[in-house]
């Protein structure tokens, strides 16, 4: 794990987003308390809540006017999930 002050950082940005690719980096600020800087991977799901919210509330609206997918009895998951991908 590598500390450093908030100075330190914004002096040396580049070496510390490099340097967060293989190992914590914490970033530490009198005022504003510590952080960790955390790569984002492509993987990583960003959302902001407002379209979380949406998302959901669409999802909800789906379910009560049932536009649902259901699993057929003994229908494994990956069959369920080819069925309803292959319908889409």
């Known amino acids: 794990m ?12 580049r070496k510390y987003f490099d340097l967060a690719r293989t190992n914590d980096v914490v970033i ?3 005022s ?8 984002i991977k492509e993987e990583d799901l960003l959302i902001d809540s ?3 919210d949406a998302k959901i509330r ?14 057929n009895e003994g229908e494994s998951m990956d069959d369920f999930l080819e069925r ?4 889409n």
């Open 2 to 13: 590598v500390v450093v002050s908030s100075r330190e950082f914004r002096a040396n940005q």
């Open 28 to 30: 530490m600020s009198r």
């Open 32 to 39: 504003f308390g510590s952080y960790r800087l955390v790569p």
């Open 50 to 52: 407002a379209t979380l």
């Open 58 to 71: 669409k999802g909800i609206a789906e379910y009560e006017e049932g536009k649902v997918a259901r699993m």
């Open 84 to 87: 309803i991908i292959s319908e």
